[in-house]
């Protein structure tokens, strides 16, 4: 398995500029994560999925931010628009249980986010 | 609310055993503890788990006390690979939601 993938790796935007960041869980995971991380805030999660369906959106900092998963294999997270203060290294994680337990989340490498 | 509490940095020579402690004092009976690590630069990656009894795998140990008020992770031969942010976290059974992160231990391997 390939594991839990992110485009792009880097991205630099101006600021205003709409930006939308790319995830590919692994096959068969149905939990489905965004995180952001700074030096200031650290890791924070930004909204989960279940099964493609918006669990928790309750760390989604402003309305200029939104998430979909039209499917099993697919999300994104756009910033529209973007601010410098976005600037973060953004994480995709899946996950899923077995037996009912939760076996660990497996990370993406992340996209580096600067909007100058 | 941090749920654990761990140092904020550690040292450790390279092949000697790392051992990071973690408390985590309001932990529920069904609440796992989980270590994750974060190496310089790449996303979290998980380590180990478990509820009550000690567990080990490929990569640590885990040790946690009969109170399960703590625990600590075991590196048994550090590298300088090794060289991470360590994340203990606590969660409850049967869920994968809401990973909480704080700020982990900073495990610096030297020569």
């Known amino acids: 398995d390939a594991g839990v993938i992110q485009s792009p790796r880097h991205e630099v935007t101006e600021m205003g500029q709409e930006v939308t960041l790319r995830c590919k869980p692994i096959s068969g995971h149905d939990y489905l994560f965004w995180y952001r991380q700074t030096m200031m805030r650290g890791l924070e999660l930004l909204i989960y999925f279940n099964n493609n369906v918006p669990i928790d959106d309750s760390g989604m900092p402003e309305d200029r931010f939104s998430a979909k998963m039209p499917n099993a294999s697919f999300s994104t997270l756009k910033i529209q628009p973007s601010e410098p203060r976005d600037s973060a290294v953004y994480f995709c994680?899946?996950?899923?249980?077995?037996?009912?337990?939760?076996?660990?989340?497996?990370f993406g490498s992340g996209t580096r986010l600067t909007v100058v | 609310d941090a749920k654990t509490t761990q140092p904020t940095s550690m040292d450790c020579a390279e092949g000697r055993a790392a051992n990071l402690p973690c408390n985590h004092s309001t932990i529920s009976g069904n609440e796992y503890v989980y270590w994750y690590r974060q190496i310089h630069s790449q996303g979290p990656q998980y380590i180990i788990h478990g509820l009550k009894n000690n567990e080990t795998n490929e990569m640590a140990s885990l040790i946690i006390t009969e109170d399960r008020k703590s625990s600590t992770l075991i590196l048994p031969h550090a590298t300088l690979r090794d060289t991470a942010v360590y994340y203990c976290?606590?969660?409850?059974?049967?869920?994968?939601?809401?990973?909480?992160f704080g700020t982990g231990t900073r495990l610096q391997v030297t020569l």
């Open positions: 976290i606590v969660q409850a059974t049967g869920t994968a939601s809401k990973l909480t």
């Open positions: 994680a899946s996950s899923q249980l077995l037996d009912g337990a939760n076996y660990g989340y497996t």
